[in-house]
């Protein structure tokens, strides 16, 4: 079945450092999804990609969807508190429901 | 608009018990899903629904059972719990027909099987 990677499983940043966390797939996707996660949360929808090499910003954060759909990744500017959480890629392909990945946790030290 | 609400949020059973959690969204959405997450697991999709009255299995349906009698809610049975069913339990809905629109997340229901 269509298996979604997530790495870093985790990192741990100062604030003021970039991240960036990057998602591999097995099969080509129609498109992907981001999400977060606070602490004790539930996930949050971030963003949507579905064009090939599409990039979206959303302030510090820029989503990249690559050229043969496979992969994708989520870069954070200038780290803040406010980010800590983890951060999941769910993907679909043809007709299936989403695949997340194990997500990538973040941890920011002020 | 509530969004999409659970209950319990917390339940501890002993091994063999049964007991349903329920999911409920108010936003009119079509499609319903339940996740477990599970530590460096992420979220394996359990059971999801298309529109009332349909449901089909996910990733791990196993031990579960589910029913979607009214479009804004969606039940999660489990009728003889093991501690492998120890877990945090998410429903998630998303609007119009396709499975790649974004989803809304419950807050999660925290089940402890002994």
């Known amino acids: 079945g269509q298996q979604v990677m997530q790495i870093p499983q985790y990192q741990h940043v100062q604030e003021g450092e970039d991240f960036t966390t990057y998602c591999n797939s097995s099969?080509?996707?129609?498109?992907i999804q981001w999400y977060k996660q606070r602490p004790g949360g539930h996930p949050v929808f971030l963003i949507q990609?579905?064009?090939?090499?599409e990039v979206k910003k959303q302030k510090r954060l820029t989503f990249q969807f690559g050229e043969a759909k496979k992969n994708s990744s989520l870069h954070i500017t200038a780290t803040q508190t406010t980010d800590v959480g983890t951060y999941f890629c769910?993907?679909?392909?043809?007709?299936?429901?989403?695949?997340f990945g194990k997500g990538t946790m973040l941890l920011v030290s002020p | 608009n509530a969004g999409v609400t659970q209950t319990p949020k917390f339940r501890v059973l002993k091994t063999g018990q049964s007991m349903t959690l329920l999911c409920a969204q108010d936003?009119?959405?079509?499609?319903m899903y339940w996740y477990r997450q599970d530590p460096g697991m992420g979220l394996r999709l359990i059971h999801y629904?298309?529109?009332?009255?349909?449901?089909a299995k996910g990733e791990v349906p196993d031990g579960y059972n589910v029913s979607r009698l009214k479009k804004q809610n969606f039940l999660l049975g489990l009728e003889s719990a093991a501690p492998s069913q120890t877990s945090v339990y998410f429903c998630?809905?998303?609007?119009?027909?396709?499975?790649?629109?974004?989803?809304?997340f419950g807050p999660g229901t925290r089940l402890t099987v002994t």
């Open positions: 998630a809905s998303s609007p119009d027909s396709d499975v790649s629109y974004e989803q809304y």
């Open positions: 099969t080509t996707l129609s498109n």
């Open positions: 990609l579905v064009k090939s090499g």
């Open positions: 769910a993907g679909v392909s043809g007709y299936s429901t989403l695949t």
């Open positions: 936003m009119n959405h079509e499609y």
């Open positions: 629904s298309v529109g009332e009255g349909t449901t």
